[in-house]
């Protein structure tokens, strides 16, 4: 019997076992590879193995997740960093376990080698352990947290749960602690000095943390809101990345995880929560991150809990530094390395002495009785500002300073969710309530008394602009306002229709009353957050957005000039003011825009509809693209019921894709781009079976024409015979290249630009009639239909959306699609 044979056999096992979820143990010699079937405890509770990261499919955690529970969660993690595919898992024979990556290099392993480990187990309990010949346990993940704690276990002295920054641990004494950076600690649970030993936190099956010595005595415990709720079945400790330590419990009805306890009640007095020199405020319900003055930008607008720097540095300008003031803000400063001077000072003197001092960045007056004075002199600093907070703060700069008033949108009124009592504070410091009314006064009296508009929303851009990241939410009452209760519609598309609106610091904007989303609160805020994050000088900017009860509104910028259809369909006169410049050049801004929703932001965005009406022009008639990222708020329950009949974009755009319900990916939207350039060389909408096209699909017959050399029958007659026939029929190569049926063979975007401006040969492109649907549609349906639950983000149709049906995939493609809906 050859090695093959047996390791077959051992195949064979595990296959069967593995696919019934029944624990088999592990034996040394086992390997896991990340398309392999995870190690599952005995009733599936919990798996080992390789996990698909949320942000990408090719990369992967090792780690326990929980069974029974549709949204990912990892109790447990191997290694800070994920693996590619490539990577495997080895329990080598030696004992050791160890996790090689693709390029074979150790990325972590238990540390077991020769202790006589003889076999690997997937607890129930979520516990993996390594054991030896008589059972004992020789390495357990219990033992080795990372971020979270399971019912079961115990979470002792010298252990540490590990998040970013952030960690827990259990002093010794008892006074158990969150830190930021091992330094800097912002909450702890002040147990006075406990001598009996094992002492350690654990959580109960009814989500009771305890903090108690081996005896069972318990010195600090805290409970779960949903303690009594016997329906939970599922509960889990973790330190978030946040820097919050939450005790979380399954929620079988709703299908989500639900905070039951909190370490800090207040997000924002998490230290470091918003980076160096970043301010935490609460818009609404959640904690967000400012800069303290205009004299600041973040470091990284996509990412603003990274902090923010100064314009300036101040050690650069010695002799010309402003203390700004942050009223309603507090730099916050926690022991034991308080990394501030201490004095009683009033504020002037306060501030003042920062001035002077050259180590001090920034000062903060305590309001507490105390009249502390704190000097901010170390390299960083924390910010927290609510209309809650007394006290007033300032930071150096370099030249006059420009104060920003954080607080000043309505929304923004919006108070720290947590029920910390100030009102007995506030009655003893009538006399600092006044100094700061006074101060108020005074700033506004300088600044703003010839605003006569001063009312809050004046200073929403103000706020946009360096907060950039964050769009401004407005009330529903206040665009009511603007768009003098939606009277002046300017347009309607797929999602809504659209309101010219002038906002009171006379800002004109588009605002867009989205109908058919039925998604909560949380993720329309999301989506609205990742929208709002992507800059770029070809998409529509999106300036704020209001959610209130069922009212989902976005506002954006507003182009004079309106969208590309107007002009290219409208009249013989607008046409003519689209001359072949300008449409080339709206060619390569439209190309740019989707480029960068494609491949250069962060979470790569697929557009799903674009089309003329789609590219909206400025008064330069530059292009910018609009109505992106909006595909995703359309609720879709589940991914796979999307059905054939159910497909939302527009006629005539639609790559073949969507109709043989495959994955739909980047190259859906450059097939609809490819028809958009037809369209801007031609003039004519590409599904017109006009007299012309003799009663085809104009895309089929421009391709003939194009073949037989007939390029001028093809183009639009509003250009006069003025166009660079060089760059014409570039752009018919590339935009024939573009609706290939194949996906496979349309270029990404990226690529499509450099074939624009000349500087990528664009090649003869294939006939791109729909010879290669077919063969594509013949896959597997189940293999296809789980496909589209991974890569689909386009949703299937709102109400207001064409449904779409195939009746044959024979033949003249989009011509044999019946739109139910005209
Ligand atoms: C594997 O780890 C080594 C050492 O840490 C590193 O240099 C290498 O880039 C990693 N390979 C991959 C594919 O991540
Ligand atoms: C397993 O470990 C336990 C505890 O360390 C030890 O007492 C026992 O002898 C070990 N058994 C074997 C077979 O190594
Ligand atoms: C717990 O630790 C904090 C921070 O070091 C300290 O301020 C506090 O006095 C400690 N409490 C006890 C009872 O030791």
Request: some cysteine; overall charge neutral; aromatic content about 12%.
């Given at each position: 019997m050859g090695f093959h044979f047996w390791a077959m056999v051992l195949l064979y096992f595990f296959l069967v076992f593995a696919s019934v979820a029944f624990a088999e143990e592990i034996k040394p010699g086992s390997i896991l590879r990340p398309t392999d079937e995870l190690w599952p405890s005995a009733s599936g509770n919990f798996s080992m193995g390789f996990h698909s990261t949320a942000n990408n499919d090719n990369e992967y955690v090792v780690g326990v997740s929980f069974g029974h529970i549709k949204e990912l969660t990892l109790a447990w993690t191997m290694g800070a960093l994920p693996v590619i595919?490539?990577?495997?898992?080895?329990?080598?024979?030696?004992?050791?376990?160890?996790?090689?990556?693709?390029?074979?290099?150790?990325?972590?392993?238990?540390?077991?080698?020769?202790?006589?480990?003889?076999?690997?187990?997937?607890?129930?309990?979520?516990?993996?352990?390594l054991k030896n010949g008589s059972s004992a346990v020789v390495w357990e993940t219990f033992e080795?947290?990372?971020?979270?704690?399971?019912?079961g276990q115990k979470f002792s002295e010298g252990k540490h749960l590990i998040a970013a920054l952030?960690?827990?641990?259990?002093?010794?004494?008892?006074?158990?602690?969150?830190?930021?950076?091992?330094?800097?600690?912002?909450?702890?649970?002040?147990?006075?000095?406990?001598?009996?030993?094992?002492?350690g936190l654990s959580l109960s099956s009814r989500g009771i943390l305890s903090l108690a010595n081996s005896t069972g005595f318990g010195y600090w415990t805290a409970r779960s809101s949903d303690y009594t709720d016997i329906k939970i079945t599922v509960r889990r400790v973790t330190l978030d990345s946040d820097g919050n330590l939450r005790a979380y419990g399954w929620h079988e009805d709703s299908q989500t995880w639900e905070v039951g306890w909190s370490a800090v009640e207040d997000q924002?007095?998490?230290?470091?929560?918003?980076?160096?020199?970043?301010i935490c405020i609460y818009y609404d319900t959640g904690s967000h991150c400012v800069c303290p003055s205009l004299d600041f930008v973040a470091v990284d607008p996509k990412n603003t809990r990274l902090g923010c720097r100064r314009l300036q540095d101040i050690a650069s300008c010695p002799n010309n530094q402003t203390m700004v003031p942050v009223n309603h803000n507090e730099f916050l400063s926690y022991p034991p390395e308080l990394?501030?001077?201490k004095y009683t000072l009033g504020m002037t003197d306060c501030w003042q002495n920062c001035l002077r001092d050259t180590s001090c960045t920034a000062s903060t007056v305590l309001v507490d009785g105390s009249g502390t004075c704190l000097l901010i002199t170390s390299n960083f600093t924390s910010g927290y500002s609510s209309l809650d907070i007394l006290s007033n703060s300032y930071v150096k700069v370099c030249g006059p300073g420009h104060p920003a008033s954080l607080l000043s949108i309505p929304s923004m009124k919006a108070q720290r969710p947590s029920k910390v009592s100030v009102v007995g504070i506030v009655v003893a410091f009538v006399g600092a309530v006044i100094a700061v009314v006074v101060f108020e006064a005074g700033v506004w009296w300088i600044c703003c008394r010839n605003?006569?508009?001063?009312?809050?929303?004046?200073?929403?851009?103000?706020?946009?602009?360096?907060?950039?990241?964050?769009p401004v939410q407005f009330s529903y009452k206040g665009l009511q306002q603007s768009t003098k209760n939606f009277r002046d519609k300017v347009g309607s598309g797929g999602f809504g229709t659209v309101y010219r609106g002038v906002l009171p610091n006379k800002t004109i904007v588009a605002v867009k009353k989205l109908e058919g989303i039925e998604q909560g609160e949380k993720q329309f805020r999301m989506e609205v957050a990742t929208i709002g994050s992507t800059h770029h000088l070809n998409l529509v900017r999106l300036i704020g957005f209001c959610s209130e009860r069922r009212h989902r509104l976005l506002v954006y910028e507003f182009l004079k000039n309106t969208s590309l259809d107007n002009f290219l369909f409208g009249s013989t006169e607008q046409s003519r003011k689209l001359d072949w410049k300008t449409r080339f050049h709206i060619a390569l801004g439209t190309a740019r825009g989707i480029t960068y929703l494609h491949e250069e932001c962060r979470d790569s965005i697929i557009h799903c509809d674009i089309k003329p009406e789609n590219i909206l022009l400025d008064e330069n008639f530059m292009a910018k693209v609009s109505d992106f990222g909006l595909a995703k708020l359309i609720n879709v329950k589940n991914h796979r019921d999307r059905t054939l009949s159910l497909v939302r974009g527009t006629r005539g755009y639609l790559a073949p894709e969507w109709l043989a319900n495959l994955p739909i990916t980047s190259k859906s939207d450059v097939f609809s781009y490819g028809m958009v350039l037809l369209e801007l060389v031609s003039g004519k909408r590409n599904f017109d079976i006009s007299a012309t096209s003799g009663g085809r699909k104009f895309s089929t017959w421009a391709f003939e024409q194009f073949e037989s050399g007939n390029v001028l029958s093809i183009v639009d007659g509003n250009l006069n015979g003025k166009f660079d026939m060089d760059q014409v029929i570039r752009v018919f190569q590339i935009s024939f290249w573009c609706i290939q049926a194949q996906s496979s063979l349309r270029p990404p975007m990226s690529k499509i630009i450099q074939m624009l401006e000349g500087n990528l040969?664009?090649?003869?492109?294939?006939?791109?009639?729909?010879?290669?649907?077919?063969?594509e549609s013949s896959i597997n349906v189940s293999d296809t239909t789980m496909s589209v639950a991974t890569t689909s983000t386009c949703p299937p149709s709102s109400s207001s959306s064409k449904h779409v049906m195939v009746t044959s995939n024979s033949e003249q493609n989009m011509s044999e699609i019946i739109f139910s809906g005209s």
């Open positions: 595919d490539g990577a495997q898992l080895r329990f080598q024979s030696d004992g050791d376990l160890v996790l090689f990556n693709a390029t074979n290099n150790v990325v972590w392993k238990s540390n077991t080698s020769n202790r006589g480990v003889t076999s690997a187990e997937m607890r129930d309990d979520g516990n993996f352990v080795n947290p990372t971020d979270t704690l399971l019912v952030y960690s827990l641990s259990v002093e010794s004494g008892g006074n158990m602690s969150l830190k930021w950076r091992n330094r800097i600690i912002y909450w702890n649970t002040s147990v006075s000095s406990v001598s009996s030993g094992g002492l924002c007095r998490v230290y470091g929560l918003c980076g160096d020199n970043g990394k501030s001077v605003n006569p508009k001063f009312a809050g929303l004046s200073t929403q851009y103000t706020l946009l602009e360096y907060a950039s990241g964050a040969p664009t090649g003869k492109p294939p006939d791109p009639k729909f010879f290669g649907f077919q063969s």
